[in-house]
């Protein structure tokens, strides 16, 4: 086992146990474990089940059930495109059309091989006043065009760039 995988069952059992090894307290539990690792890895899910007394079916019952949750290792960036009613309108897919052929993702890929950015879409970001929107990690951008789409998105690449040399 390498020193990686013992830090991340390391850093997960201290998750559990500030729950109480709580099986009611699965949900938290996990989003506290996504948050450390961007995703739930199988290992930490078999983990987490053994630790809680429970079934790794369960435990996967439940990641799979909540769409909060996921299975595959996402992007330092998460890049949600809206395709609500208000930004479809104003054009939101050309919009997730300009990101993702600027992040050169195929159309079966939503993450770049390097893992700095997911681009997903989402149904509705609440913000139909500011459409097209996108959020970034959490943080709002709208009334955007195509190219304002790809300037934020490459502020954040030379940003990354920058802090690697």
Request: charged fraction near 20%.
């Amino acid at each position: 086992m390498s020193v990686q995988n013992i830090l991340a069952f390391e850093k997960a059992g201290q998750i559990i146990e500030k729950y109480g090894y709580n099986r009611a307290k699965l949900i938290p539990i996990l989003q506290e474990i996504q948050n450390e690792y961007r995703y739930l890895p199988e290992e930490l899910m078999v983990y987490v089940a053994t630790m809680l007394g429970t079934t790794s079916s369960h435990v996967y019952g439940v990641a799979s059930f909540y769409s909060h949750f996921t299975l595959k290792l996402k992007g330092k960036y998460v890049v949600r495109v809206c395709d609500g009613t208000a930004c479809h309108v104003k054009k939101s897919t050309r919009l997730l059309e300009a990101v993702r052929a600027h992040l050169r993702l195929a159309e079966d890929q939503n993450t770049t091989p390097d893992f700095l950015f997911t681009v997903e879409t989402v149904a509705c970001l609440g913000t139909c006043g500011r459409a097209p929107a996108m959020s970034i990690n959490g943080e709002v951008y709208g009334l955007l065009t195509d190219e304002t789409a790809v300037a934020v998105i490459r502020d954040i690449q030379d940003k990354e760039q920058a802090s690697h040399e």
